[in-house]
């Protein structure tokens, strides 16, 4: 399509103008070929006519949808009035600064401090595409930074721009970037270091001019080096051209270099006073400009600011003494008084206050500097003479000397920084950031500004280079064919400045002769380049020349050109300063002879003045080393990859948002903006993705072309039809690339198509509601006529036959249409039963052939499984008899070979025996000595026995005193009921208000029955444990006597063994077997007593139960039973058995009082029941009553009114007689018409007579059907019953399989358990000789370990404890805590298991009394887990299992530490393994803090596995389809658009990420607050960093996605309700709160009352730059006014809130870990194998 045919009428076009450079303008008529008038509509009302053919036609303006976009090249038109406009609406109405122009960041300076910067925008913009959120510094740094590391390519940040644009604070927030994203985490903090270079270098280099009160007078590049992993290690800075001329001399308002402003606002300091500073006024260097001061800026705190910066970079004191003196004396230099002596002669006075501060802050005398101040010495061939100056020459030697000083020392700093942010290590990388002064022209140019120009010349060469570069690149990767695009080039122009016989080789060789002037030089620029196209003479001046340079004209003037390039100082002056007492000052001059003139040699890298060398011939000229700087300068970017920003000044005023587009317009044009923009409009400007234009553009294709499924070919398809000329658009490999104004004309074409589309819904729509509106008229009208009509026509013929006639007719017709319908009814019913009955059969049939089926193949694999297993288990077990079969032959070889030598060893023990058979006779004599001795002590014991008996019996009896009391108390309930429901039942009859009265006060004698049973529950409870513990005490005692006994019987059995062994051998000893065979006699005969004991026991208190149970107990039973128990000996199971009884008996009386409590509970109910109705029969007599009143009252006044028409009477009597004869005549009509009536109803019933008896033989067959279908029901339940028989004898299957193969391995287990004892018997056979030996020994040392352990208490106290020896703690920290793995067996039967393994240590520890131990294994614990933590970082399921563990840890301490409010609760078997000597109350604090800190490091994980997916679920994926368009993007492509949309993270993703989160934690049992707090710190991530990316990406502000925000947010509830954790989605609220912003209405003043009251979540900053960015999809949204958003801000002003305009994502709500009283008795838990805890003891 041609571009002059969007000039249609209602199109907007821009036209030049004086003020505003252009302004709008609306076509009155279309414009065609061959006219030469646009008629056009200024915005004021007049009309405007523009002379132009269709090859000058003025530039069209964008559409207003476009306006305010983020990259200027997503215009569709591309020129400089709709790039001026759009930064203008972006800086003024929406307040945004930064806008992208292709690769180009345009800057604007806002002249106010803006909250964009902050950390939290840092995070917010640190891995994001630069396309997907607002123009930004960071944007641009992020995207260095990512190249850098993706490409390993270094890269590089031109920020150019005019003074006061910005430079260098975009220059330092670019610096601050890195520095945040890229932590180097080393303990050199090389990033505040590179950060703290900033505040020396701008108080050394920069200075207040007429334009900005910050202004960089030097260039600087600053290399920020990184190493492999892309952390900071150092930096390096370049400094170009520094403003020496300025330390001598400012213009009216300007100032000097801040340091010497700072200087003199400390000099009453301490460290000040000897430098002598006065007030900046009084010196001559900085009083120049007048003003002194700039406005909100403290020297003072800058100097603080300074001071710190240089100690920070490791710039000690003595270094800063020596700054600060040499910045003093060039002060007092510039004090120092030249007077004029004679014609050409100057001179200075000795006393001069001045020049003695200067000579002595210096070192120098001063004679010799006065001397060659006001001298200087000529070398001439045979002599030399010295010349004295002109005062005006020796002023310009001392402000040389001035110059170089200073230069030498901002030199000197630069160095120093340099060497301290160098760091030791590799640099792998690096990131230039170039802050360089842009094109300048001023009314008075000079040399620094010549040479200014001349560095943007060759930067903006290099720039264009790199645009083409790009396009060239693109057009190959989308194989398009490329074709030169005329642009402009500069290198003429750089040619004229420094090719050979340029201007600067010009210069350089004019400053080489003596006589040199600067109009000799001016004439020589006349004669060699008075031809060439960009150089021209000014017809006005002979002291300028004009330079055509790429932005502008610039005129210089020649004076000063040819001193600053010579930049001389006499060298008399040189040799003054060398000589100098001061080192620091001789060093820089010193170090000038030394250094060689090739600048390129030279290490460190800033551009200061070179080499000087003593023949002037040499001498190199400012020029030259400006050249080669930037030489240098020019090849280090060009082997890096650049972006660019272009700082912008909006107004000369500094005033905040205010735009001046004259200025403006003027900076586009100088910084190449401007240019990129119409090398883009020469070629494809507009590029979209094959999906962008087909979601865009989809309602421009036909339902052929939206059928197809290849979009490509759709959009190929689509574009060819609507866009006749193929030139205007190229087919990429992955985009279309459109010309300028084609996307325009393709808007044009689909606002046109869903403008018709709108009109035509809207006319169906408006027809539909007025046909609606006419029909619900008509309809009304009908209904009056009908209703008139009808009182017309009952007026005309009412009689009462035509009443009867039409009842009758009425009645007909409703029997008929009701028979009618019933037929059908009943037609349709059997169709459906019909119907039905197929379909049930066939899917009967069908399921049953499909269970006759699976019955077969489960037959079929169940006879498999079983040949299966069958053949497994007999080639197990045959292989299992092999191995035994082998393995017990060679085990009884050995056992034979064995047993032959232990009978050659006996025979010789047997000999040996004999000889010492005396010895044995007299031990055997001590032996009769101590058994005698033990059976002392077994009557002892049998005496304590019996006592022990007898307290057993004593409790029974009480116990039985017990049970006799409880049986009375419930005769007598029993008895307190009866009479109750007695005096209910007495006072059933009573009035309503006694039984009211009763009913209270048998509910209160019903509680008072409940309190008393209440209390004499509690009480048996009480004595029932009474009870038990006594038992336990007493099961206890008698576990210890049988220990005894069963040690009795070992050493018993010992002897027997030892006395048998011994008479084989020697038979002397008849006397010993009498005794042991006496002593076996007694045993068995205590033995019988206990058993016979027992089971009388046992016989007495299953008879006890009895009578127990059957709550029919008699007193002498009982006594009976307790006279004949007390003298017998009960067990410790027989007494658990009566305590069961007991229970039982006792849950039979709760059973009993429960029973009449409900009977009780009944009556009362009935009760209750009774009064109601008594209480409605009385109001029913009460309204009978009020009714009958009525009636007599009505009756009463008819009386009235008859008794007043008695008169009327006889005069009526006439008129009823003639009424009577008629009514006797109607009569006999109407017995006529009821007696037809009666022989048509006997009609009528005869035929539905006929009709109900069909239906009933109807009904009796589909009963017989239903009667069919019950059997086949009832077989099908019985097959299922059967198919359920068989599955359960499958499943029987399954488990006796599965119970062999468990057989199988017990057996197997068996087998070698079996061997293994075989094993230790043979060796017990070893060993039996020697235990012979010393059997006597051990008879003793046990008899007197029976004597301790008898009187010993039982060790209760110890239980839940676990032992260890100290130099295993650690082996039980390495098994515990670093090997643990969280995924094993026995951890997942209980999570918490190290927590409570680690405390029973503990509490061992602490009874032991170990303080040592104690403190070692706590230390140990806390120090481990948080190394193992640390180490496992990253691992979810590590870190929520630690965090529970450290949680169960901190609530044992809390629960077992004795105090009060923490054993509350406790068990009393809890409480007593309470901490006993230790208060731990310290290390509690420990563990919460490492579980706070495990807890954070488990959310900071979970936040990393989320960040990645929050903002494509949350905003790009589209979870609602059809309701989002793309709109036009420029070079700048937002990421997820390249992507495909099956590579898109959804919400789902992330609930699945939840449930994951969610899983673990519920696995680990942690707690559920604690899964609350966890999920609400989640959700607020996840809705922080929705809304953060949302407020920085204005192309996210619609209302389409506010749905889908509100979407994605109600599937989160929905998980959230499934959780049961509905109560943490209050944490998104600022994000519904937004989306709801982004859908509501925007225009009214309630519109705005009720964003002020729904936002409240939402700070007055967010919700303005929300409303500020909404940005319309389509043409039929508008965008928010901003008298709107004003209206909006002032009734926020009441709203106390945060400024900030970022949420911090990194807030961390408070984390509590409440205490919760543990059920897990420590006594119970037992330590598994598999944690190779083998050395840790139960106690």
Known sequence: MALVQLYTRYNRVWIPDEEHVWKSAEILKDFHDGDDRLQLLLEDGTEYTVDSSPTKLPPLRNPDILVGENDLTALSYLHEPAVLHNLKVRFLEFKIIYTYCGIILVALNPYKQLSIYGDAIIHAYSGQNMGDMDPHIFAVAEEAYKQMARNQRNQSIIISGESGAGKTVSARYAMRYFAVVSKSGSKTQVEDKVLASNPITEAIGNAKTTRNDNSSRFGKFTEISFDSRYRIIGANMRTYLLEKSRVVFQTYNERNYHIFYQMCACADLPQFKALQLMSAEEFHYTGMGGDIFIEGVDDRKSMEETQRTFSLLGLNEDFQSDVFKVLAAILHMGNVEIKSFGDDRSSISPSDTHLLTVCDLLGVRADKLVQWLCNRRLVLVAEKVVKPLHKDRAVNSRDALAKRIYAYLFDCIINRINRALKVPGKQHAFIGVLDIYGFETFDVNSFEQFCINYANEKLQQQFNLHVFKLEQEEYMKEDIPWTLIDFYDNQPAIDLIEAKMGILDLLNEECLFPQGTDQSWLQKLYNYLGSKPLFERPKLSNETFVI??????????????????????????????????????????????????????IKVKAA?????????????????????????????????????????????????????????VQQLRACGVLETIRISAQSYPSRWTYSEFYNRYNVLMTNQEAGFNDKMQTCKNVLQRLIQDANQYKFGRTKIFLRAGQVAFLEKLRLDQLRTACITIQKHVRGWSQRKKYLRMRNAAITLQQYIRGKKTIRKAVSAANLKQAWAAVLIQRYWRGFRIWKVYETVRLATITIQAFTRGWLARKSYAKMVEERKALVLQKYARAWLARRRFNAMRRLVQQVQLSFRVQQLRKKNEEQSKENRGLVERLTSLASSHSQTLDKLQALETQLKKSTNQKTSLEAREKKIKEDASRKMTTLQSEIDRVIIEKQNMEKTFEASSKEQKEKYDQAKLNLLEEKEIQKRLGKNAEHNLDIQRQDHEKELRSLKEEIRRLKEERVGLQMKLDEDDRVETDLHDQVTQLTKHVKVIPELRRDLSNLQNQKNTVDRKMKQQSEEARASLKEISKLLAGSIVEEDVLLRLTANTSEKTYEAEDLLAAFDCLEKATRTLESHRKEQKAIYETQVEGFKMKVDYLQNENNSLQNLFTEKSSIAENIRQEVCRLSSENSVIPELKGHILELQRQNTDYEALIEKQNKDLAENAEEIKSILQKKIEEESSKRRHFEEQAGVLEEDKKDLQGKIKDLQEDSDHLSRQLQMERDAKIRLRLEITQLSSDNIEFEEQLDKKDRLIKSLENQMISLKTAHEDDKKTSWSASPKGYLGMLEYKREDQSKLIQNLILDLKPNGVAVNMIPVLPAYILFMCVRHADYMNDEEKLMSLMNAIISNVKRFTMTHQNDLVSLSFWLCNMYQLLNCLKQYSGDEEFSKQSTPRQVKNCLQNFDLSDHRQVVSDLAICIYHQFITTMENALATAIVPAMLEHESLQGIFNTKPTGFRKHSSKNNDDTDMCTVSFIIERLSRFHTIMSHHSMDANLIKQVVKQLLFYIGATTVNHLLLSKNMCSCSRGMQIRCNISYLEEWLQEKELLSSIDTLKPLTQAAWLLQVSKTTDDDAKAIVEKCAELNTVQIVKILNSYTPIDGYEKRVASSFVRKVQSLRQDHDGSAQLMMDVRYRFPVTFPFYLSPQALELLKVPNSLHLEFLNMI
């Open 608 to 664: 200061r003045p070179g080499v000087k060398p003593a023949n002037k011939q040499l001498r190199t000229s400012v020029g030259d080393k400006f050249c080669s700087s930037l030489s240098l300068l020019m090849a280090t970017l060009n082997a890096t990859t650049p972006h660019y920003v272009r700082c912008i000044k909006p107004n000369d005023e500094k005033l905040p948002f205010e735009y001046d587009s004259r200025r403006v």
């Open 548 to 601: 055509q340079h790429f932005a502008d004209k610039v005129e210089y003037h020649c004076k000063g050109f040819l001193e600053k390039n010579r930049d001389a100082l006499y060298e008399e002056l040189v040799e003054v300063m060398r000589d100098s007492q001061f080192p620091f000052l001789a060093k820089f001059f010193q170090e000038e002879e030394q250094k060689a003139p090739n600048i390129r040699g």
